[in-house]
């Protein structure tokens, strides 16, 4: 069975400061994503990462991929209130249909 | 001009009725799938559905059964409605089986 494991599950953030959020999952997948969630809205894609090493970036926000160690990171540079929200990472497998399997989600609050 | 859009947005009805949950994409997908969210935000498949075809069924009871009319539809019906079913459900789509997926907005499901 598929894992996938974030952490930390809270994270509460000074604005300015960096911090980075942390998914592993247990078998090998092909792909991996990190979407936000507000408040009582919908999944919005942030990143698709597909092979190793893989890097992408938008605004403050960095995802990388480690597929060796099964590891992908989403790193905050200089966070500001706006980022505040939930963020998943999930992977897919092709033998399982490529169902998302979701991690438990980070909830993000930056304050002043 | 929405693309994955689901009716209703917010359902409250008492245990034991039965319920429908509709969902259509205007991007001329082939995939669909349901995804349930818990009060404690995690996110499960349910059902996939690839040209109309049943792909995945997760270890979903049997109250609850997808139906797709066609690929640009995939409703969920929910009979004897308990309260543990009381959810967000989100309908996603993708291009095909390993395509990205889209998410509609979501259902507020709610039993008393």
């Known amino acids: 069975e598929l894992k996938v494991e974030q952490n930390p599950l809270f994270l509460s953030m000074q604005e300015g400061k960096n911090y980075t959020i942390y998914c592993n999952y247990s078998t090998t997948s092909d792909r991996l994503y990190w979407y936000r969630q507000d408040p009582g809205k919908s999944l919005e894609s942030l990143f698709v990462?597909?092979?190793?090493?893989a890097v992408k970036q938008e605004g403050r926000l960095m995802a990388s991929l480690d597929t060796k160690a099964r590891l992908s990171t989403l790193h905050i540079t200089a966070a500001v209130h706006d980022l505040s929200a939930t963020y998943f990472c999930a992977v897919d497998m092709r033998n399982s249909g490529y169902a998302l399997n979701f991690g438990k989600g980070t909830s993000l609050l930056v304050t002043p | 001009d929405t693309a994955v859009s689901q009716t209703p947005k917010y359902l409250v009805t008492q245990m034991g009725n039965d319920k429908s949950i509709k969902c259509e994409q205007n991007l001329g997908h082939d995939t669909m799938y349901w995804y349930k969210q818990d009060s404690k935000k995690f996110l499960k498949i349910m059902f996939s559905y690839n040209n109309k075809e049943l792909i995945i069924n997760e270890t979903v009871p049997n109250r609850f059964s997808p139906k797709s009319p066609d690929k640009a539809h995939l409703n969920l019906h929910i009979n004897s409605l308990e309260l543990g079913d009381s959810a967000v459900y989100f309908c996603?789509?993708?291009?095909?089986?390993?395509?990205?997926?889209?998410f509609g907005p979501g259902t507020r499901l709610t039993v008393t």
């Open positions: 990462l597909l092979s190793n090493g």
């Open positions: 996603a789509s993708s291009r095909d089986l390993a395509g990205e997926q889209y």
